[in-house]
């Protein structure tokens, strides 16, 4: 079944001018780019979009990184895109990522780890709401 994902380079990935890099890794797999936008998140957006972390210790950090620039938000489409796009991506902590995952081949830290993909199809509706109010899957 097709499914829809929300990828975001992070504004550490997009410093180091690695947007390029990582959009040809998801095309190349055969992931198709649905929707897709250069844009500096606020705190209301980053609070929402990380909502599930709340409560966690890291989370002033992660509204504080994820708001430190312009990030790239896509909407990412193909056959079980959702768990597709976080194999390219590698672990959460870049440390445990085997190299040729994204996080693997790049990142060294957890909190700068490049990429976000949602860890869902619910989370990804979510997700896509929040960034791209207006996305519709058919259209
Ligand atoms: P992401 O997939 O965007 O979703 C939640 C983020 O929280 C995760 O990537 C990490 O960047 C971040 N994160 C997870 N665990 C930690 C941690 N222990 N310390 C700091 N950041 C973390």
Redesign the pocket.
């Given at each position: 079944d097709v499914e829809h994902t929300l990828l975001?380079i992070?504004p550490d990935a997009v410093r180091r001018g690695l947007v390029g890099e990582i959009l040809s890794r998801v095309e190349r797999k055969g992931l198709r780019i649905r929707a897709l936008e250069l844009r500096t998140i606020d705190d209301d957006l980053a609070r929402r979009h990380?909502a599930e972390?709340a409560a966690?210790p890291?989370f002033a950090?992660?509204v504080a990184f994820i708001t430190s620039g312009p990030l790239v938000a896509a909407v990412i489409e193909g056959p079980r895109a959702v768990e597709t796009l976080r194999t390219l991506m590698g672990s959460?902590?870049p440390v445990a990522a085997p190299p040729g995952t994204i996080r693997g081949d790049f990142g060294l830290l957890?909190?700068e780890?490049l990429v976000?993909?949602s860890?869902s199809v619910t989370s990804a509706a979510r997700e896509i709401a929040l960034f791209f109010p207006h996305f519709a899957a058919d259209a």
């Open positions: 975001l992070k990380y972390h966690k890291f950090d992660l959460t902590d957890v909190t780890n976000h993909g860890d």
